[in-house]
């Protein structure tokens, strides 16, 4: 059987990571998140909290770094991006597997054998999911909401290609308030085992 990918997008507090997780089980292969930022880590040398940063800034200014090869100048959040991208591909093309955010659906928008999904939920359910699963006070959820959704909107208009919307470059969108975490799980597992682990 050849390899698949699945790619999970998501808004903050929608719990996308932990219905990634649960796919994983499902569909018993890897899925990868902060498993890439500490590999780009290792290939650029850096501390993972420097990784984290950039990827954290990159709706930021940009601010000029010389490429270690000599090609000039590049962001560090460029040079991130790409490392990300080449792990992203090299991953995908070793084994079957769910990448987790870093605009994998754009990156892998040409594999063969591919599921690209965003997992949203209205806002009073993010808040809610913030509190009990993530132990966030009200405060403190409203804020990473705001901030992050930003930030991951940012992200994708800056490496995401020529999208005009956010619902570009999606096969499917499902709100997880509906189905929860292992219901969702659940369909998006069959879905995968009908529509494209089979190729």
């Known amino acids: 059987m050849e390899n698949y990918v699945v790619t ?3 808004q903050f507090g929608s719990l996308g990571r932990s219905i990634a ?3 994983s089980e499902l569909l018993e292969i890897e899925f990868y998140d902060r498993d890439i930022v500490e590999a780009t880590a290792n290939r650029l040398g850096q501390p993972v909290s420097v990784i984290s940063r950039e990827e954290e800034n990159a709706g930021g200014l940009f601010f000029p770094r010389q490429y270690p090869l000599g090609m000039g100048l590049l962001s560090m959040q460029q040079e991130i991006f790409q490392v990300q991208e080449n792990i992203i591909k090299d991953l995908t093309a070793k084994e079957s597997c769910i990448i987790v955010g870093r ?3 754009y990156i892998l928008k040409d594999h063969p054998n591919s599921l690209h ?6 806002y009073e359910k993010r808040i809610q999911n913030c509190i009990d699963t993530l132990r966030m006070d009200l405060k403190t959820a409203r804020r990473y909401i705001k901030e992050v959704d930003r930030a991951r909107e940012n992200y994708r208009k800056r490496y995401g290609g020529q999208q005009d919307s956010l619902l570009d470059g999606y096969d499917l969108l499902i709100d997880s308030s509906r189905f929860g975490v292992e219901g969702t799980a659940e369909m ?10 089979v190729k």
């Open 21 to 23: 997780a649960k796919l």
């Open 117 to 122: 999904i965003y997992i949203y939920a209205p």
């Open 8 to 10: 999970i997008s998501r």
């Open 103 to 105: 605009c994998g659906n």
């Open 188 to 197: 998006l597992a069959e879905l995968v085992r009908k529509r494209i682990a």
